[in-house]
């Protein structure tokens, strides 16, 4: 037995604190909900030897492998297969490790009298307070087939919306390095040879390869300069980004980039609804939802929006309301929540929200996508005849005298 400090609020929301003995978190989590409680904080007041994690399963796993493991359980469980033994099915056919080690120990756990939601909750690295939260609800409330039907739904969704995130940010960073590539080469192999030839001709060059000389003599005398200035500002930034207001000032300028901003606005937007709505309908409480919803961002802005939404809530204000005041979520959402509390299909409300924001997000990124290739080959192009014009206009010149 272990001892944990706790703080809840009963059902007027009065601030309740004490300690309780209890195997892990999630059985004082359970006790307080029994004494009628909402718990707010769990901690533990003495160091534990815990049981060693294998070191190769500090890699992270993939939303894929959740949603395919979650999958599998619930198929094994609906068709009436214990747990257990579904586990240790799934960990003889798995192919990923690390993930195969986890269950076999979960599987040994749960035989020793251990609960499936308490076994998972001692690999927070794999199983998030997420997951945590919805096995608990659905053991509590003997709904784990549909728990786990919702989480598989869930990574599921999250792991398209990432790649759709990740994809809309590969295009244009790599037609931006192939820019810079194309502009070094020629920098350093094409335009010292033409200035060479141009030497041994003489006479004067054309006002506009001049000026194209002349900027690029500036840029080989101060490569050094300008390469180590951007390291400095590089490494600066990084630093500043460890600071409480750096960190603030660099999460409201990733959210005010043109087009990516609102691509990356919209995709939490998507899962701040999919992940509310899919705890609430698993039986997690509110206050609860808020606690792991602030986990999901590191972001100051959205976790501050999380956070003091979650105080209007403890204070007494409906869901709706309390994020309307945070000022950070879209009117929409505000909206559509609204409708959700007064017709008692919050959770339904925000799923369907969800989808509608990943649309949006297919669509911005579908919009920004057609509007960067142009855009890049424009650029390509300009770069590209500026050079050509102010190698090859003296070649001209000198044909024409």
Known sequence: MKSYQYIARDSSGVRKQGTSQATNTNDVMGWLRDQGFTPVSISEMAPVVEEAE???SRKKIKSGDLAALCWQLNTMVEGGIPVTTALDTIAEDIENAQLQQILATVSEKMKKGETFSGSVAEYPRIFNKLSCAMILAGETSGTLVATLRRLAEYFDSRDKLAKKVKGAMVYPIFVI???ILIVVFIMAFIISRFRTIFDQIGGEL???TQGFMTFYDFLSA???YI???IVVIVTSSVFASKTKGGHRFFGKLFLAMPLFGKVFSN????MFCKTMGTLLAAGVSVLETFDILSTMTNNDIMKNAITQTRGQIVEGSNISLSMRKAGFFPNMVVKM??????SGSLSKILEKTADYY????????TAMLSMLEPIMIVTIGTIVMIIVLALYLPIFTMSEA
């Open 177 to 179: 390095s192939f820019i």
């Open 206 to 208: 054309p006002a506009f």
């Open 358 to 365: 990943e649309r949006k997000v297919d669509t911005t990124i």
């Open 222 to 224: 101060n490569l050094l």
């Open 227 to 229: 390469i180590g200035s």
């Open 54 to 56: 294998p070191q190769r």
């Open 337 to 342: 929540t609204q409708v959700g509390e007064e």
């Open 267 to 270: 995709a939490f937007i998507a």
